[in-house]
C-alpha cells in the first residue's frame, strides 16, 4: 500500500536558517507528491507540488522540494527561514486516483518551531 | 470570496446526539472530499464525491453519511456520536489529477 513518512516530528531552527524537512513515500508507479502546510488553527494550504518534468519544483513562500526517484524522497527546503513559517508540514502522495477522485496519504507531519 | 468554507467553525456537542458539518466551495470543482484529523494530526481520507456521486468510502462507521445536494456542496452528517469523534474535520475540492483544496476546518468535541 502507498504510504508517506515523515522521519522528523519536530524541527527546531533559527530564524535565517536554512530548512530541510523529509519526506519519503512508497508507491509504485511514478507519484504525485504535494507538500501541504498547517498553521495553528487553520486549514491546509499547498505549497507545491510534483506531477512530472522537472524534479525540483518551486513552491510559495520560498519553499522548493526536489523529487528523487532513486531515494523514493520528496524533501522539502528553504533558504532562510522566517518566523511566520513555524507551523506543521505535511507531506502527502496520491494513493489512488479513480479517474473522477484522488486518495490523498498524509504523512504524520512535521512541526517546525522558529527560534528568533 | 473564500474557495472552501465549512460550518461551523467548532462543535462541542454530548454524547449519543447527532451533528452535521456543511461544506461549500466556490471553484467550480467536481471534487470534494471528506478528512478526519485526529488529535495526533494525522490526516485521513474519509469520503469522496464527484458530481454527487460517492467515489470513495473508506473504512468509516455507518454513524457517517455524507451528502452532497449539488456539486459545490458536501455535508456530513454524524448519528450517535462518540467520544472518539472529536478531531478536525476537514472539507477539500480539486478537479481530479490537480491539488486539493482545504477548508478551514471544523473542531468537533464530544463530551
Known amino acids: 500500500a502507498q504510504s508517506v513518512t515523515q522521519p522528523d516530528i519536530h524541527i527546531t531552527v533559527s530564524e535565517g536558517a536554512s530548512l530541510e524537512l523529509r519526506c519519503n513515500y512508497s508507491?509504485?508507479?511514478?507519484?504525485?507528491l504535494f507538500w501541504y502546510v498547517q498553521s495553528p488553527g487553520q486549514g491546509l494550504q499547498l505549497l507545491l507540488k510534483?506531477?512530472?518534468?522537472?524534479?525540483l519544483v518551486q513552491g510559495i513562500k520560498g519553499f522548493e522540494a526536489e523529487f528523487k526517484r532513486s531515494q523514493s524522497s520528496f524533501n522539502l527546503r528553504k533558504p532562510s527561514v522566517h518566523w511566520s513559517d513555524a507551523a506543521e508540514y505535511f507531506c502527502?502522495?496520491?494513493?489512488?486516483?479513480?479517474?473522477?477522485?484522488?486518495?490523498?496519504?498524509f504523512g504524520t507531519g512535521t512541526r517546525l518551531q522558529v527560534t528568533l | 470570496d473564500t474557495a472552501v468554507s465549512q460550518t461551523p467553525k467548532y462543535l462541542v456537542t454530548q454524547m449519543g446526539n447527532d451533528k452535521s458539518i456543511k461544506c461549500e466551495q466556490n471553484l467550480g470543482h467536481d471534487t470534494m472530499y471528506w478528512y478526519k484529523q485526529d488529535s495526533k494530526k494525522f490526516l485521513k481520507i474519509m469520503f469522496s464525491y464527484n458530481n454527487k456521486e460517492l467515489i470513495i468510502n473508506e473504512t468509516v462507521p455507518n454513524r457517517f453519511s455524507p451528502k452532497s445536494p449539488d456539486k459545490a456542496h458536501l455535508n456530513l452528517h454524524i448519528n450517535s456520536l462518540e467520544l472518539g469523534d472529536s478531531a478536525v474535520y476537514f472539507c477539500a475540492s480539486s478537479q481530479v489529477f490537480h491539488e486539493q483544496f482545504f477548508g478551514p476546518g471544523t473542531r468537533l468535541t464530544v463530551l
Open positions: 510534483y506531477f512530472s518534468g522537472d524534479t
Open positions: 502527502a502522495v496520491v494513493a489512488l486516483n479513480t479517474g473522477t477522485a484522488s486518495k490523498l496519504t
Open positions: 508507491y509504485g508507479a511514478t507519484p504525485y
